[in-house]
C-alpha cells in the first residue's frame, strides 16, 4: 500500500482529463491530510483533503489514518464499503511510493 504519492505533470493532466484550470503546483511528497487533486463524479477537477472520514465517524481525525484500503476486502469493511458503493473518484497522480526505514529512527530513505 502506498503511503506517499506525486503530482508532477500538470499540463499533461489537465489535458488527459480536459479538465478546468486550478491552482495546482507539483508536489514530490503528496502526505495524508494534504489537499490533493481528484476528478469528482462529475468530471471535474477539484482538491479534497487525502483521507477518508467515514459517514458513521464522531471524530473527523479518523480520517488521517484512513487513507488506504487493500482491494481484496474494501467491499468488506465498515470504514468503506459506503464510500465504494455510493461516493467515488479519481484521484490524480503520476507515481507512488512507501518509505523505507533503515537504520536509525530519523534515517530514512525512498
Not at 17 to 29: C, G, H, Q, V
Request: with cysteine; hydrophobic share 40%; glycine share 6%.
Amino acid at each position: 500500500m502506498c503511503g506517499r504519492f506525486t503530482f508532477i505533470d500538470i499540463d499533461e493532466i489537465r489535458e488527459r482529463f480536459r479538465a478546468e484550470p486550478i491552482d495546482l503546483k507539483p508536489n514530490y511528497n503528496v502526505a495524508p491530510t494534504q489537499e490533493v487533486a481528484v476528478i469528482h463524479i462529475h468530471g471535474q477537477l477539484a482538491m479534497f483533503r487525502w483521507g477518508l472520514i467515514p459517514f458513521w465517524a464522531k471524530d473527523p481525525s479518523i480520517g488521517n489514518k484512513l487513507i488506504n484500503a487493500r482491494a481484496e476486502t474494501v467491499d468488506e469493511k465498515p470504514s468503506f464499503k459506503h464510500s465504494l458503493q455510493r461516493k467515488r473518484c479519481l484521484v490524480v497522480a503520476d507515481g507512488f511510493y512507501e518509505w523505507k526505514k533503515e537504520g536509525t529512527k530519523n534515517d530514512h530513505t525512498v
